[in-house]
């Protein structure tokens, strides 16, 4: 049995990874959501090697720079600091790339099937979050007991086959007394990440209709 060389299984994979982004207007959409630089690596590299890492199975950026036999085009230094940026608007993004994703999709189906939104608000537990900003005390449903963490809301699209991802948010507690952690960053009221400040604090109904306008329009 012949065995398929892993230069030509990377080479493959590299492939149908730029043909989906491109599909999907990844980088079409970056400029219009916040993600610029003046000089260095492009951003279009950046979140490229992001996305393949991910896609390659690698924990995180060091395990990708550590194991892959590729030349990096960027450092993983200059990812993080790019990464850290608080004007990049991720939900804006995914929601853009949902678009292209439902666009493609949508006319392989019926007309008279119905399409709507699904919600779901599982939660992320982490009791040794006292130093994690707005960590805070929640209430699981489900087991019926108090822990601490964050209730991950999530947002996606179906037509009753298909789901596309429209949008994910961390939601703390809005009681100051049930915020656990006193790690408090100080962020541009103009920001993005100001703004996901707030929406952690607010209530999931009103976040949810918020979010539903949003990818609505």
């Known amino acids: ?3 398929i060389p892993q230069t030509v299984a990377s080479n493959n994979c590299l492939t149908s990874f730029q043909s989906v982004s491109q599909r999907l207007g990844v980088f079409k959409h970056l400029k219009s959501c916040g993600f610029k630089k003046r000089n260095g690596a492009s951003v279009d590299d950046i979140i490229s090697t992001v996305l ?3 896609l390659k199975g690698h924990e995180n950026l060091y395990r990708y720079y550590d194991q892959t036999r590729e030349t990096p085009t960027c450092s993983d230094h200059a990812i993080y600091r790019f990464l850290k940026r608080d004007s990049l608007n991720w939900e804006k993004h995914l929601m853009r790339c949902s678009k292209e994703a439902i666009e493609l999709i949508e006319p392989l189906t019926g007309s008279d099937r119905i399409k709507c939104f699904v919600l779901d608000d599982s939660m992320l537990e982490r ?3 006292y130093k994690t900003e707005l960590a805070g005390r929640l209430f699981d449903h489900v087991f019926a007991r108090q822990v601490i ?5 999530q947002i996606g699209w179906t ?3 298909s789901f596309i991802p429209v949008s994910a948010t961390l ?8 915020i656990v952690s006193n ?8 920001t993005c990440a100001h703004r996901i400040r707030e929406q952690a604090r607010t209530k999931k109904n ?7 306008k949003r990818a609505l329009n």
């Open 183 to 190: 790690h408090v960053k100080t962020v541009d009221k103009r």
């Open 52 to 54: 393949y890492s991910k």
């Open 159 to 161: 037509d009753g086959n």
């Open 1 to 3: 049995m012949n065995m």
């Open 149 to 153: 963490g964050f209730a991950d809301l």
């Open 127 to 129: 009791p040794k979050a």
């Open 206 to 212: 009103d976040l949810v209709v918020d979010i539903i």
């Open 171 to 178: 939601v703390t507690s809005g009681k100051d007394e049930l």
